[in-house]
């Protein structure tokens, strides 16, 4: 019993005395003692003794350093290991768009601003935002989409009050007094797009305007007909196949009215009971034309057996607004 005592009592005196270890083993959150294998079974460790700490990936020290001393006092470890959560530049892309400051990384809690490059915005239509460094990293991921500015109004007005308008959102207009748009209407909408407004917010005098193209025998305009078109505008025709397009393939709205629209010549059609009925037969065996546009020259010649009763001209037949003379074969 006396023994007893007496070795408590030792090991008191030994620890008022500072013979044993103040410091355990630090525990760090996201990091790691400098050679911890090595020095992890010398704890605990008396006041004096330092060690250098370092962080995982996007965790910091508070010193910012790589590897950060720590240092075993009366109090505890000094300063007190920890490794801070940090946001990484490289861990946010804005597409059309930058961070405002030139840090590298950002400190848990930390706010910082982002711009978008003219012509774009945040998605709710400001120029900048803001994003904070949290404990799963970034609060958002930034996007800068596509802007559209206030156009310029050509004999119409809007009621938005807005200078900036998002990707999609359409602007409505309407027209002056006696003036109509391309639709023939006196109000409409324009939509902002990636290569910005769909069309400029445009009025014409109504009296100026043109109605639908005029309608071409065997032809036909290549764009969307419109129920108006303004002044200036211009159609092309095209004629179907066959056909020979004969005068200007482009006309215009010039006061009210169109220019003179082109036409679309037929084609001779070659037929067989005219050929078998004056003894002839297409010159070269190889061509299987049926149609011959206008201005292009057919060759015939008799068939076997049978002579040419017209002159060797008319075995070149020109073919003219649809219509030839078949030669004579007997």
């Known amino acids: 019993m006396f023994l007893s005592i007496n070795v408590i009592l030792m090991l008191w005196v030994s620890t008022v005395g500072g013979e044993v270890g103040l410091c355990d083993f630090p525990q760090i959150n996201h990091g790691i003692l400098y050679d911890e294998k090595k020095y992890k079974p010398s704890f605990p460790v008396s006041t004096g003794k330092f060690f250098y700490y370092s962080c995982e990936y996007s965790f910091v020290s508070p010193s910012k350093l790589f590897w950060t001393q720590i240092t075993c006092t009366e109090e505890g470890w000094s300063p007190t290991p920890k490794c801070l959560k940090k946001c990484l530049k ?6 059309n768009g930058f961070l ?15 711009k978008c490059k003219p012509g774009y915005v945040t998605a709710d ?15 958002i991921q930034p996007i800068c989409i596509k802007s559209c500015d206030m156009p310029v109004f050509m004999n119409a007005r809007h009621t938005d009050n807005s200078t900036q308008f998002k990707l999609n959102e359409k602007l409505e207009y309407k027209c002056n007094d006696g003036h109509e748009n391309r639709d023939g209407h006196t109000t409409g909408f324009i939509v902002c797009g990636e290569d910005g407004w769909s069309h400029l917010p445009m009025c014409y005098e109504s009296a100026q305007s043109c109605g639908p193209p005029p309608p071409v ?3 036909d305009i290549t764009s969307f007909p419109l129920q108006t078109y303004p002044p200036g505008s211009t159609v092309n025709y095209r004629c179907q196949s ?12 010039s006061n009210g009215q169109w220019s003179q629209p082109p036409k679309c010549l037929d084609a001779c ?19 299987k034309r049926i149609y011959v546009k206008t201005g292009n020259i057919v060759e015939f010649a008799c068939k076997s057996t049978f002579k040419a ?3 060797v001209q008319s075995f070149q037949a020109i073919c003219k607004e649809g219509k030839f003379e ?3 074969c007997e």
Not at 242 to 253: N, R
Not at 275 to 280: G, P, S, T, Y
């Open 125 to 139: 239509g400001k120029t900048s935002g803001l994003v904070k460094c949290l404990e799963d990293g970034w609060s």
């Open 90 to 95: 490289l861990d946010i892309v804005i597409v």
């Open 309 to 311: 009763k017209t002159s």
């Open 326 to 328: 078949y030669p004579i």
């Open 100 to 114: 405002s400051e030139v840090e590298h990384t950002y400190p848990l809690n930390k706010e910082t601003q982002y």
């Open 269 to 287: 059609v070659i037929s067989e009971e005219n050929m078998n009925k004056n003894n002839i037969q297409l010159k070269w065996k190889s061509n």
């Open 242 to 253: 066959f056909y020979e397009l004969q005068g200007s393939a482009v006309i215009t709205c």
């Open 217 to 219: 025998s065997n032809g």
